[in-house]
């Protein structure tokens, strides 16, 4: 087993077998990112307050209750022999490199990853504007919100280039790895602490590339809860049911440990206590249930989290049918053709993506990878009543849309192949931006940049700092008051049930509902403002156990550019989330590709290779591929 790497200490890892490939990948992330394996392990099994302290608590006791710990073993255990294998290899690397871990951890943090990347917050906005707007004020924020990625992806035969978006997060979501052996060779972007390549990957003669394919595909259930001598209950559509509860303990590091009490029903796990109906759905409150023993139910510490209010549980994919899709690991990284890629993400559970391929034969093949259940179209709207039929989920899963194109976009927004999955999509200014360049020839290191507020413009901070002041007055709109009427939810949903925040990303579309003129509520004349860039600043979020002096760097773009660097207009001009990596796939010439991050190879800050992509980054340049081992430099510190 053999690490070489490249001048930006990018990883290359060469073995003689799948499984020893595996746990050198294990070793290699445990030396470049073991801080940040020591947190996401400790995120998707609940306890990262024992290490970070209270503020962790809030996203602890969500983990616990969502039970992510519990479906990632429920995965590992229903995974093909040859997988397991496969993550116990890895595991083994990582453990090998003095980080604890198991073999079903790769599947916990992937789920930390993805858990609120899907709908369900939305679906507690949405019920919030019913019950304070109604109904009718829904189109008025029918707009990506906060937990719309703003990715792109475009494929010409041959070529794949594009930009995921996410938080923008130090050390960064993506670890750039090459990975080899007889089977094969596979250059991509991977979760640190997961093993291959999932979304973003070149395998020599196949590339393939994904977006968020703005799926629907997490509900959420009103619960009617009750108490009973033998336990709790839940009002499900055939009668009452048994609830699965328990108790687990959070230690708090410099603080006392913090007891929750858990439940699941037949929907799913119970996580969030608040008045969350749509408008028409009986809200029930088990507040006032006779306690019968139940802890948390009645009589609770008000200081705990326990089983109080009306409950809310979510229902997923992968915890229902205890499977996360990671069957398609292996398959994908020895995928040779299109079909064998698209064959491969067949297996794939969520999140559901959108997928562009192509291979040397100069086909381009678009789909749609995941589940998305089979049920009644209020499902994707709002929270629905758990005892309810007309609300189950159906036999089977929803047919995805494979097909091959001459050229393909993707952005978020609403396509044939995927308007039937979800209603909340991204406006299509950008997916026809990309288009337009594409058509005139741009290079695609171009079109990444592609922007209508650069940095130095003064008139582009005057222009959004009116809109800021415009988004701020609308705050005080009496209509709109509401809206700011106590929502209940744990605090870790506020990206998504902030009213400030969801006016300021649909800002034209509340407009619009209102019948305002943007200039009748503030004088664009009257915004004093500097240039952009010295407002727009990038922001990144950094691990919790230790954070590092980050230098000002303007950014430019905007959420509506091809350069989607998302602030929140009248929040904050800071800029938390973005392109979290860029890459140029080309399988006719595979050392003509090229990638980027927006930091750096290596999660150390001792590290040269810390943030030393950053400049790069910013300025829209790319790193290139090398393919040529003879160009790369071994890692003595990994001997064969």
């Known amino acids: 087993m053999t690490v070489y790497r490249d001048d930006y200490g990018i990883p290359h890892l060469r073995a003689g077998s799948v499984l020893e490939l595996a746990h050198l990948q294990g070793r290699v992330t445990a030396k470049d990112r073991g801080d940040q394996l020591r947190v996401e392990r400790l995120r998707s099994e609940g306890r990262?307050?024992?290490?970070?302290?209270?503020?962790?608590?809030?996203?602890?006791?969500?983990?616990?209750?969502?039970?992510?710990?519990?479906?990632?073993?429920?995965c590992f255990a229903t995974l093909s022999g040859e997988t397991k294998a496969f993550l116990s290899a890895y595991a083994d690397g990582v453990r090998a490199g003095g980080i604890e871990w198991h073999p079903w951890s790769s599947l916990g943090v992937f789920q930390v990853h993805h858990i609120l990347f899907g709908t369900f917050p939305n679906k507690m906005w949405r019920a919030h504007v019913e019950r304070t707007l109604g109904t009718s004020a829904l189109p008025w924020f029918a707009i990506e919100g906060p937990g719309g990625s703003g990715s792109n992806a475009w494929a010409i035969p041959g070529e794949i280039a594009g930009d995921p978006h996410r938080l923008l997060e130090l050390p960064g979501v993506y670890q750039q790895i090459r990975l080899a052996c007889p089977e094969f060779d596979v250059a991509g972007l991977t979760f640190p602490g997961v093993p291959g390549v999932q979304h973003f990957g070149h395998a020599g003669p196949v590339a393939w590339a994904i977006t968020n394919a703005m799926a629907d595909y997490q509900d959420l259930y009103i619960e009617e809860l009750r108490a009973t001598p033998?336990?709790?209950?839940?009002?499900?559509?055939?009668?009452?049911?048994?609830?699965?509860?328990?108790?687990?303990?959070?230690?708090?590091?410099?603080?006392?440990?913090?007891?929750?009490?858990?439940?699941?029903?037949?929907?799913?796990p119970v996580i969030a206590f608040a008045a969350t109906a749509g408008a028409g759905d009986s809200v029930v409150s088990v507040a006032g249930a006779a306690g019968a023993g139940v802890p948390g139910v009645s009589g609770a510490d008000a200081a705990r989290p326990g089983l109080s209010g009306p409950a809310l549980s979510l229902r997923t994919p992968a915890r229902a049918g205890s499977d996360l899709g990671f069957d398609a690991l292996l398959p994908l990284l020895r995928a040779t053709t299109a079909d064998q890629v698209a064959d491969a993400l067949s297996h794939w559970v969520e999140p559901v993506n959108s997928v562009l391929i192509t291979d040397r034969t100069g086909r381009v093949v678009q789909l749609a990878a995941g589940r998305v259940p089979v049920r009644d179209d209020r499902n994707r709207w709002v929270p629905v009543p758990g005892w309810d039929p007309a609300h189950s989920w159906q036999p089977g899963w929803a047919p995805m849309a494979r097909f091959d194109v001459d050229t393909a976009v993707n952005a978020n927004d609403r396509r044939p192949d995927t308007e039937e999955h979800g209603i909340d999509f991204a406006p299509p200014a950008r997916a026809r931006r990309i288009r337009t360049l594409l058509d005139a020839g741009v290079p695609h290191e171009r079109i990444h940049m592609d922007t209508s507020m650069p940095a130095g413009s003064a008139e582009a901070g005057r222009h959004e700092a009116w809109r800021s002041a415009v988004a701020r007055a609308l705050w005080e709109h009496p209509e709109l008051k509401p809206l700011f009427a106590e929502c209940g939810y744990d605090p870790l949903f506020a990206p998504w049930t902030d009213p400030r925040g969801r006016i300021g990303h649909a800002l034209d579309g509340v407009l619009l509902g209102l019948g305002l003129e943007p200039a009748t509520l503030v004088d664009p004349a009257s915004v004093e403002s500097s240039p952009w860039g010295e407002r727009h600043l990038l922001h990144p979020i950094q691990l919790p156990t230790h954070e590092v002096d980050f230098p000002d760097v303007p950014l430019s773009g905007s959420r509506d550019c091809v350069l989607n660097t998302s602030s929140v207009t009248g929040v904050s001009d800071r800029c938390l989330r973005g392109p979290v990596a860029r890459?140029?796939?080309?399988?006719?010439?595979?050392?003509?590709?090229?990638?980027?991050?927006?930091f750096g190879a290596s999660g150390d800050p001792a590290s040269p290779h810390f943030v030393d992509?950053?400049?790069l980054w910013t300025s829209g340049d790319l790193v290139p591929l090398v393919t040529d081992w003879d160009r790369l430099m071994p890692d003595l510190t990994f001997p064969e």
Do not use: K
């Open 230 to 268: 033998t336990g709790l209950e839940a009002r499900g559509a055939t009668g009452w049911e048994p609830v699965v509860t328990l108790q687990e303990t959070i230690g708090v590091r410099g603080s006392d440990p913090v007891v929750v009490d858990i439940a699941e029903t037949d929907r799913g």
């Open 583 to 598: 890459y140029v796939w080309d399988v006719t010439d595979r050392q003509r590709s090229r990638w980027v991050v927006p």
């Open 48 to 74: 990262l307050a024992s290490l970070a302290g209270p503020d962790e608590l809030e996203w602890d006791v969500f983990a616990r209750r969502a039970r992510l710990d519990d479906t990632a073993r429920r």
């Open 613 to 615: 992509q950053l400049p």
